[in-house]
């Protein structure tokens, strides 16, 4: 069965887009050890804000539709809001569980 994400494939489109416009190469080593099937989670050490743009695309080059954890709050956001909910991201509330 193919999986239609006509939202996230805009976003994936996009970010190709701004990786090239930034004359930035992304060098796809290991993508053989994300399996295409069952669980998994990448783990990305954020540099800057853009950086989830990399580890989405090289997920998609695995054949895998990733899910982002994001801060709940930004579902306030009109379009983050929007864009949390047709790419299943995964809305964290940091501050449950504080105490």
Known sequence: MVQREPVFRAVEVLAKGIVGAQGLRIDYRGVHNIPREGGVVLAVNHT???DFLEAGLVARRAG????YMMKAE???NLFIGFLMKHCKAIGVDR???AE
């Open 74 to 76: 930004l579902r306030r």
């Open 64 to 67: 895998r539709w990733p899910r």
């Open 48 to 50: 800057s804000y853009v």
């Open 95 to 97: 501050e449950h569980g």
